[in-house]
């Protein structure tokens, strides 16, 4: 497997086929180098290679990902589900979280039903997990599965025994925040995947400093939910952000997904969440 040299974040917007863009990341691989690169009207990423060009000599245009970006900078910030909750059009969107787990293999079910159906598989993805579960992890890949990859951290920190939220999950050691991104970033990237634009903090769990950093350091969009299926024990109506797990650890979630017949309808890439 080849290797990535010089993994470092960049801000640089830049015009491509008449369109703004944004490259949030580069690296090196082989002496070549390449860009993360975010469209700044539909919120696709994309990997290019070097140079970038047509950069913009002023950063005063006006984008739907620059609106979004300071939309969330200006809302109170929270503990619990800060970010993205709802969309803003009425598209349905399920994503699906990849925890570090102990259990074997994954929901099989819940993933061929998005091949079949054509939609497309929202996964937030741990590092950990990818490690974990690599056999697992490449069966995806090599699957029909049209995926976008949320950023859920590298390791996904969790004490059980730990009741206070502020000292749990990413809060626990905000100092490694930036190793928890870049990490699970670099596993994707050297697997040939690309990483979306969107963060899903462990436990749902974040504080102010954090979410500023994720979204003025690293262009990174926090992703919330308004129906944790497995938690929230309501019923799925429509234009929600759906959250289930798919590594086997909240099975019943999955259960209470198909037992609302929900396996006969299209679910969107999350980049649409924006898009009216």
Known sequence: ????????VVDTDFWRHKTPYKAIRTWHIKQEQYYLVVNQNNLKTEIIKAPLVDIMKKKTIATPFMALKEKLLKQAPKLHNFGITSPQNNQDFLTIDMCPSSKKGYEKKL?????????V???SISGKWMLGHSHDFDALIKSALKVRWINHSFSHYYDRNEKDWSKN???????AFDAEIIKTEKLLIINHQTPSVFFRFPGLISDATLVHKLIKTYNLLPLG???WLNVSNKKIEKGEIILVHGNKNEHRGITLFFDQNQSNKYYAPIEEIILK
């Open 169 to 175: 999950f990413m809060l626990k050691n905000p100092e």
């Open 111 to 119: 993933f061929r039903f998005l091949e079949k159906s054509g939609s």
């Open 121 to 123: 598989a929202n996964i």
């Open 225 to 227: 939910t308004n129906n």
């Open 1 to 8: 497997m080849e290797s990535i040299q010089n993994y470092h």
